[in-house]
């Protein structure tokens, strides 16, 4: 050690370090790519000479952001990250006290509609009453002048006053029309406020795992804020990148494969589902055989939801792997393609 200072001691022991946890990790990631690099050179070399066409990408699956309605305080959290949740499981709570209150001043509407209703009824019936007298006195006034024994004047005075009764019943149940609306009104006041307190209650509207919890109890938060981040496990799939050689014979609903990075030994079924009508450079995140400059098509490859069902606990987005499909649905799919899944 001639030659070096005792301060250079620590410097060189935090170099050997270093080289030697590099040395460690380099074989680590060099095994990682190699495998998917192997996986591609075994059946990434497709290119339509046996009538498939292939493409490496990324098992994917819909995300979706379950968000308050209203704007409010946060009362409680109860999703976890990782939770697999069925579709009306609780999430969070907004804080639903003014909601309440207003609950009860809408019924107390409705109450307050009823009695006028009732009201109305009433004076209907008193109306109905007089009416049936104002009647009788017409029917006599009528007959005491058409005998002689009474004056006209009298049978003016039971006219008008027949009248009077009837209109006084028109308006009674013209009151109840006006009262059924009022209670129409009521009631549908209720149920708005009703339907925004039970809005309050967040629940998942999917099947699905929750990928991320952004907002914790106690936070305020304004209307149409994510709580949660959901990832909806029945719907998964894997984009590939296609040139309009292998596009052009393809139709939604065809059949596909898909082969895993992790799991190399099984093939999954998968169908079609989308042919973008428009071509594109070869997005950066996909690492393609053939020049980025290119243009190509994606297609969408879906796994079976009845399959997804089976296996969501082993779901995962980002995965890699290479899609298949067939330039013509009445090519048989070659040995190493046939569909073998988990016994």
Same mark, same amino acid.
């Given at each position: ?97 003014? @909601?309440?209150?207003? +609950?009860?001043? #809408?019924?107390? !509407?409705?109450?307050? %509609?009823? =009695?006028?209703? &009732?009201? /109305?009824? $009433? ?27 009474? @004056?006209?004047?009298? +049978?003016?005075? #039971?006219?008008? !006053?027949?009248?009077? %009764?009837? =209109?006084?019943? &028109?308006? /009674?149940? $013209? ?27 967040? @629940? ?17 938060? &304004? ?121």
């Amino acid at each position: 050690m001639t030659g070096l200072s005792p301060r250079s001691l620590p410097l060189l022991a935090l170099t050997a370090l270093a080289l030697g946890l590099g040395a460690l990790a380099a074989p680590v990631q060099a095994q990682a790519e190699s495998r998917f690099e192997a996986l591609l050179a075994k059946f990434g070399q497709s290119r339509g000479e046996d009538g498939i066409f292939s493409s490496n990408g990324r098992i994917e699956a819909q995300s979706v952001d379950v968000a308050t309605k209203y704007a409010g305080r946060i009362e409680s959290v109860t999703a976890q990250e990782g939770d697999l949740l069925a579709p009306g499981d609780p999430v969070a709570q907004i804080d639903a006290a003014d @909601a309440r209150a207003k +609950l009860n001043g #809408a019924k107390a !509407a409705v109450l307050r %509609a009823r =009695a006028a209703q &009732a009201v /109305a009824e $009433a004076t209907l019936m008193q109306a109905e009453s007089a009416l049936g007298v104002a009647q009788t006195n017409y029917d006599r006034a009528l007959k005491l002048r058409d005998s002689g024994t009474a @004056a006209q004047s009298s +049978l003016d005075d #039971a006219t008008n !006053a027949l009248a009077s %009764a009837k =209109a006084t019943v &028109a308006m /009674a149940k $013209a009151q109840i029309s006006d009262a059924e609306a009022a209670i129409a009104a009521a009631e549908a006041d209720q149920e708005q406020v009703q339907l925004a307190l039970d809005d309050l209650s967040i @629940a998942a509207p999917i099947r699905g795992r929750v990928l991320y919890r952004l907002h914790e109890p106690g936070e305020v938060v &304004a209307a149409g804020a994510p709580i949660v981040t959901m990832l909806d496990l029945g719907d998964v799939y894997m984009n590939i990148y296609l040139p309009a050689t292998a596009v052009g014979t393809l139709t939604v609903g065809d059949e596909a494969r898909l082969i895993l990075d992790p799991v190399p030994d099984y093939v999954v079924p998968a169908r079609i589902t989308f042919i973008s009508p428009q071509s594109q450079f070869t997005p950066k995140s996909v690492e393609t055989q053939d020049s980025r400059e290119d243009l190509v098509f994606r297609v969408k490859l879906s796994i079976p939801r009845e399959l997804l069902k089976q296996f969501e606990a082993q779901i995962k987005s980002g995965v890699r792997g290479i899609g298949f499909v067939r330039a013509r649905p009445d090519t048989d799919w070659p040995a190493h393609l046939t569909v073998k899944l988990p016994g």
